[in-house]
């Protein structure tokens, strides 16, 4: 049987922010080869709560990848993982997240604060978001201009950010998980622990 070496269709050519995240996803998963595909779905995956400092905090996932994982397997699978995370899940552009931020920034004007403050002010949430994709901060600045009435801090927009590509994210885990799973079975190794994906509180919270 003939190895496969590549993806049957690049990963954002089938990816749209707009979707709702179950449709995102399942765009994602249509795109990977039906081999992948199928390790995923064979994957165990436990629901735990999970609890915060003001109590409970949403479900926790924890994903646990099969056994049996083939050298071919796992190297297809860190090809996917590297294109989800050169593409879909790549850091926003430094010059867009600041404008992003700006903008969202002068919806909601602090009082006595001076163009140069602000500016500086700016930065801080550039630095503390820029690890996020630019579709995932664009999504979280409108959903909070169109939602709330207050100035948001960088903590909320995280959280947000978060919860937003948390899909995403939890899918590029289980792809890296693969690899690290064939590894460990032909090392004589324990199976790698499981994945855990963020769990869907942040949204309800805010909402």
Known sequence: MATVTSLPRPLPS???????PPLRRDSLLSALPPVLRDRLAQGRTESRPRFA???FDGMAERWSPPAGVTPAEAAL?????DELCASVLAPVDGDHLLARILSLLS????????PEVER??????AEDLGEY???????????????????????EMR????????????????LRALPAAGRDERDGAAPAGGVRAPGAGTLRRMG
């Open 53 to 55: 400092e003001d109590g």
């Open 107 to 114: 919806h909601f004007p602090a009082k006595g604060l001076s």
């Open 14 to 20: 089938v990816f749209d922010p707009a979707l709702p």
């Open 120 to 125: 500086l002010v700016a930065l801080d949430w």
């Open 159 to 174: 959280a947000l950010c978060e919860e937003l590509c948390a899909p995403e994210r939890a899918l590029a885990a289980r």
């Open 133 to 155: 994709p630019a579709w995932t901060v664009d999504a979280a600045a409108r959903l909070w201009r169109r939602s709330r009435k207050w100035r948001p801090s960088i903590a």
């Open 77 to 81: 699978a860190q090809r996917a993982h």
